[in-house]
């Protein structure tokens, strides 16, 4: 049985290209479509025709070499730095259609000459062979013939005969008369998940020993190589891979759309700890301070991120709110202020040039630095904001400074005026206890998913994403980067090499659009300023940043 997911992805494929017989449908056969759809994307109607295949800007393998090529197992060289990885076959004679491949149950196939505004380039049309339950193992040409006939069997009656759809059927039968396309199997890195609870695998000992560890293509005819991470492009106006070669692009006026992903490294300048870090809250955390039972006590020593954890504040508020206690105060006596980090972002805006702020930070620095509200996503939430499980009412970041204060013992020892234990603070409007909690996402709770319109109408229009102050390694955050189109310019800026992971490449020979900035943060983003000349600009905001920040300019 196919799944729905998979039986999407084959609607998807001609979702545009079926679009004027959608709309000769009943009105509930429209909705039970795009229904059926949005399991894969959001469903949108398209009102000019896709490009037909030859305008595709894609470069076909040449048809007129026939030589063989060596398969490649899964014992693979993989790079030092591990990155998702594809094996491209260019099948350019018959004896390639009779390749071997195998897929593993996490990986994607797809074909580029088949690409659609649906599936747009440079990977183009994705078969919908999945079964995420086994490998699939198969020949080229088996893989054709079976996607072509999942496409006469799986599209819905009242569109099967539709010129469109019988176009796209056509299409990939053709691939089989004269043998001249490619076959990508994609690899997809693992992603850990913040918020909601990480996806385990599937617990299948039967079929344990029947799954490929690495996907493969064995030897045969055609071309086979093998990449790691997604290069993209190189876009007009990027003269080099570095801040020089990014300032110029900025410059050029081809760089007309900024979007921004931060995290806490973004925040360490202004006296905020960083949490994965070397000397992050996660690496420092003792268990033993905190006001917990001993079973979770072993538990957070287990997995310090345990504090976070909406179980453990469902069962003991305690230990979240004594590690929250002296940033909250920070924050209300404005201990805590923008980074010139904070304030590059705010000359981006200042420029028209800011289109959007990704942030997995709950501490509001952005707004403080004068980045309007709007333009600002906060994935993780706000600790600004406070209310109560019971009765919904809302405090303020002052009346929960105080609370904290008055309730909540200093787990660092600096504070003589704290409580010498922690008690559960009541609810100012209906006086329950331990029900008061910041409006921030914990462990095993959703994200805002007000990052999904982003991720789907906003990124995909950005000339340049810049990625600071993140390991770029939980999702959904860090899926940003695979959501820019394929010559969007991708800036890191962190204290240590981080990104490959979401697929960016930083190496030659395969470097294209991708920037690693490795240092001090702000540092390197006062030097980028001072290349565009937006030096004295920055500067005249040094009295409202850090003071660390101020003192780096």
């Not at 997604?230 to 106006?237: A, L, R």
């Not at 070669?245 to 700890?273: D, E, W």
């Not at 013992?409 to 005026?417: E, V």
């Amino acid at each position: 049985m196919v799944s729905v997911r998979a039986r999407s992805r084959v609607v998807v494929t001609w979702i545009y290209q079926a679009s004027s017989v959608l709309a000769m449908a009943p009105p509930d056969i429209r909705d039970e479509f795009r229904t059926t759809c949005s399991y894969y994307a959001s469903w949108r109607p398209l009102i000019q025709a896709p490009p037909s295949f030859a305008e595709v800007a894609y470069t076909a393998p040449s048809a007129s070499t026939s030589y063989k090529s060596p398969g490649l197992g899964s014992s693979i060289s993989a790079p030092s730095h591990p990155q998702p990885r594809r094996l491209i076959l260019t099948v350019n004679c018959p004896e390639a259609l009779e390749r071997q491949l195998v897929k593993t149950k996490e990986a994607t196939i797809s074909i580029p000459e088949l690409a659609d505004e649906a599936s747009p380039p440079p990977w183009g049309w994705e078969i919908a062979c999945q079964d995420r339950f086994n490998d699939l193992r198969c020949s080229v040409r088996q893989l054709i013939v079976d996607a072509a006939r999942r496409l006469e069997t799986e599209v819905p009656p009242w569109l099967r005969d539709s010129p469109p759809i019988l176009a796209q059927i056509q299409a990939v039968r053709g691939l089989l008369d004269k043998p001249c396309f490619t076959v990508v199997i994609h690899e997809h890195a693992r992603w850990a998940t913040a918020g909601a609870a990480e996806e385990k695998p599937e617990d299948d000992a039967s079929n344990a020993a029947d799954l490929a560890k690495a996907s493969s293509i064995g030897e045969g005819a055609g071309r086979l190589r093998e990449m790691f991470g997604d290069p993209g492009v190189s876009p007009v106006g990027l003269p080099s891979l570095d801040l020089d070669g990014l300032a110029a692009f900025i410059r050029s006026g081809a760089c007309r759309s900024v979007a921004l992903l931060t995290g806490a490294g973004i925040s360490t300048a202004s006296g905020i700890p960083d949490y994965r870090g070397a000397g992050g809250l996660w690496k420092t955390l003792s268990p033993e301070v905190l006001t917990a039972t001993a079973e979770q006590r072993v538990r957070i020593t287990r997995d310090p991120e345990h504090a976070a954890h909406i179980d453990l504040f469902q069962e003991n508020p305690l230990p979240l709110l004594e590690i929250k206690r002296g940033f909250v105060q920070g924050l209300a006596q404005k201990a805590w202020r923008p980074t010139a980090a904070h304030f590059f972002v705010r000359l981006l805006h200042d420029h028209g040039l800011l289109t959007r702020v990704l942030t997995q930070n709950i501490d509001g620095l952005h707004q403080d630095a004068g980045v309007p509200e709007a333009k600002v996503t906060e994935i993780h939430g706000t600790i600004r904001t406070v209310y109560c499980t019971s009765c919904g009412g809302k405090v303020s970041l002052d009346s929960f400074s105080e609370l904290l204060q008055r309730h909540l013992k200093d787990i660092t020892g600096q504070d003589a005026s704290a409580p010498a234990a922690s008690t559960l603070m009541p609810c100012p409007a209906c006086g329950s206890a331990g029900t008061l909690r910041p409006d921030t996402v914990l462990f095993g709770e959703p994200v805002n998913q007000n990052f999904k319109p982003v991720f789907r109408d906003e990124l995909p229009n950005v000339d340049l994403l810049i990625i600071a102050g993140t390991s770029v390694a939980v999702a959904p955050a860090g899926k940003a980067p695979s959501f820019v189109r394929e010559n969007c310019v991708r800036l890191v800026v962190n204290d240590r090499r981080v990104g490959e992971n979401a697929g960016l490449n930083f190496d030659p020979p395969d470097a294209a659009r991708d920037i690693m900035a490795e240092g001090d943060i702000d540092a390197l983003l006062i030097v980028l300023a001072d290349k565009l000349g937006w030096r004295q600009e920055l500067e005249a905001y040094a009295s409202e940043m850090s003071t660390s920040s101020a003192a780096k300019l």
